[in-house]
């Protein structure tokens, strides 16, 4: 067996036993699914990273630069007169991101990443001054300041040859920033919680309803829809955190996934799920060959022949057609007869992903053929 063929059926077996795991095991709530209301939140920021080495902003590229190193100098009382623009190679630009996690309190620290928005070659040896940290609805719920870890290295030579290994223009600050104000309280006054499945499946649902139920008493919970479960629940904060901690250690067998084929077009990476089947069909795989060369040849006249040199090209072209393999599938056919009977015939991934379009069409794959 060649190693394109065992990494196809080791990848196709693999893939296709974790598909199955979930509908034959138990798994907790708290794997199968969040609290709703549970989450982060985006913040981000503008600020200036200073002290670089010769590896700032070209700031006579990059003017919002030194407006912004200007407008920070006249809030700090120092005052540069009115058309003057420090040409300056140790400041530069950068945009700040980072994520609140839920539940977090003023005074406690996250870590932030840092990316240049300007010309900056890189960011190694910087220090982020103070800056504000907003979210979404525009309020500051951060300040960010602090030295910058910069994996990445790059080096520059007078003729503009340049090196860089990854990338030195990002860099992160680990507990970079200081919260300064906390997100609202999701559970304040509420007297249902709602648990949202990672996957929308009905079968789940209906099955930790009935877990619930079973471990609290009936009419604890109660389904919305195919991806989500109300739960009653305490107004004390403290009842609530006690019922939330056996509520996700609560066990259950999630519904078995849906018959589904994935296809990664770019890569021929192809997924096949475990419960995939194929109606009885025959195929028949062959594979063309064409290959051309190229070569040049040389007219040189005689001696006394008074002509010139002449480079004519010649091409060849040649055809060869494999031998057409054929195999056929009975009603009914499982994932490991199929990946079997792919790498029988000895098809690629390019080939196999053909393989399943075809019955597809001809109506004998029983699943959904997905292409990313």
Do not use: W
């Not at 400041?91 to 309190?105: C, D, Q, S, T, W």
Request: aromatic letters at 2%; proline letters at 4%.
């Amino acid at each position: 067996m060649t190693l394109s063929r065992l990494r196809l059926l080791t990848t196709a077996v693999l893939l296709g036993l974790a598909c199955a795991v979930p509908g034959a095991s138990a798994e907790r709530i708290k794997d199968l699914a969040s609290i709703g209301g549970v989450r982060g939140n985006a913040l981000v920021g503008y600020g200036l990273v200073v002290g670089l080495d010769n590896s700032g902003d070209r700031t006579s590229q990059a003017q919002f630069t030194v407006q912004s190193l200007k407008n920070m100098l006249g809030e700090l009382g120092v005052n540069i007169p009115a058309g003057v623009n420090p040409q300056l190679k140790n400041v530069a630009a950068v945009a700040i991101h980072a994520e609140l996690p839920p539940f977090a309190k003023p005074g406690q620290t996250i870590d932030i990443t840092v990316s240049s928005v300007g010309n900056a070659v890189s960011l190694r040896g910087g220090s982020l001054l103070m800056a504000p940290l907003k979210g979404a609805d525009g309020q500051v719920y951060a300040i960010a300041q602090g030295n910058l870890v910069v994996g990445g290295f790059g080096a520059e030579g007078r003729d503009g040859s340049r090196v860089s290994v990854n990338i030195p223009s990002v860099g992160r600050i680990p507990n970079g920033a200081t919260v300064e104000r906390a997100l609202p309280d999701v559970f304040a006054g509420a007297n249902e919680l709602t648990v949202n499945l990672h996957n929308n499946d009905f079968t789940t649902v209906s099955r930790m309803v009935a877990a619930i139920n079973a471990r609290f008493g009936d009419g604890m919970a109660r389904a919305v829809d195919g991806g989500s479960v109300a739960v009653r629940s305490p107004l004390d904060s403290g009842a609530r955190i006690a019922l939330l901690a056996e509520l996700e250690n609560i066990e259950l067998t999630a519904g078995s996934a849906p018959a589904k084929v994935v296809v990664n077009a770019r890569t021929g990476t192809v997924i096949i799920g475990s419960q995939v089947t194929v109606g009885a069909a025959a195929i028949s795989h062959g594979a063309l060959t064409v290959s051309i060369s190229e070569n040049l040849n040389v007219s040189q006249p005689g001696a006394f022949g008074g002509g010139s040199t002449v480079v004519t090209p010649q091409s060849d072209i040649s055809v060869q057609q494999d031998g057409h393999h054929m195999f056929k599938f009975g009603g009914g056919t499982t994932l490991d007869e199929i990946v079997r009977a792919v790498n029988a015939v000895g098809a690629a991934p390019g080939d196999l992903i053909a393989i399943l379009e075809a019955l597809r069409q001809a109506g004998a794959l029983r699943a959904e053929l997905e292409v990313i």
